[in-house]
């Protein structure tokens, strides 16, 4: 079943190097687009990164990686690799220490485009929510997405919006994860939001 990685990546507060963090990020992609061109070659589209990446200015800043994987157990096989802990390693003097620095969730396709790839590249800044539920009130929100998509599909140029149900569920509850841009602005998802039992909205920029 396709999915689409979502991860968040606390770092830390200040005291490196920008230019450092994108060069470390830039190596990580490649190391990683090596690893699936042996692995999961028909994962990667052409002249393409498996992986992209997003910082959120807040503090601390944050780290937000997508990528599309054919099941999350495809996606286990890149985590139990020598390749990725490599990538960690390059990157861990940029996290912050602690176990809850990282949330790492799969979305199962929520509408009609299967994968999140290459989110929204052209643009400054999106916007996400997630958007947790009672297990009942699934269908409510799915359907309510559905007339969003519907009515977004309707507009002009790239894409505007997408969305993935958390496969990893706990508590009796549902979560919708939705990426939108400025053009729709926040207005553009309220109905949606309006649905939620408890929602975390946060902005990201593209770095590579």
């Known amino acids: 079943m396709p999915v689409t990685e979502f991860a968040v ?4 507060r200040g005291g490196f190097d920008e230019l450092d963090f994108l060069e470390a990020l830039m190596e990580v992609q490649e190391i990683q687009d090596s690893w699936a061109r042996l692995n999961h070659p028909y994962n990667l589209e052409p002249n393409d990164n498996l992986s992209s990446m997003h910082i959120e200015h807040s503090d601390p800043p944050s ?4 990528a599309p994987w054919d099941s999350p157990e495809a996606h286990g096989e890149w985590i139990q690799s020598s ?8 990157l861990s003097r940029f996290i ?20 999140l790839r290459r989110a929204f590249l052209n643009r400054e800044s999106f916007s996400v929510v997630r958007i947790a539920v009672g297990s009942g009130e699934k269908e ?7 007339e969003r998509e519907r009515e977004v599909g309707l507009m002009e140029g790239d894409q505007k919006l997408w969305a993935g149900w958390k496969m990893e569920t ?8 939705v990426f939108w841009t400025d053009e729709l602005g926040d207005d553009g998802v309220q109905t949606l939001i309006a649905l939620g039992d ?7 920029r593209h770095v590579v």
């Open 96 to 115: 912050k220490p602690g176990c809850g620095s990282v949330l790492l969730l799969h979305l199962s396709p929520a509408g009609k485009d299967q994968q």
């Open 9 to 12: 990546i606390c770092l830390r």
């Open 140 to 146: 409510e929100l799915q359907k309510a997405y559905d």
């Open 198 to 204: 408890k929602i975390e909205q946060r902005r990201f």
């Open 170 to 177: 706990s508590d009796g509850t549902d979560e919708l994860v």
């Open 63 to 66: 780290l937000l990686v997508t």
């Open 83 to 90: 390749e990725n802990q490599t990538c960690n390693a390059k």
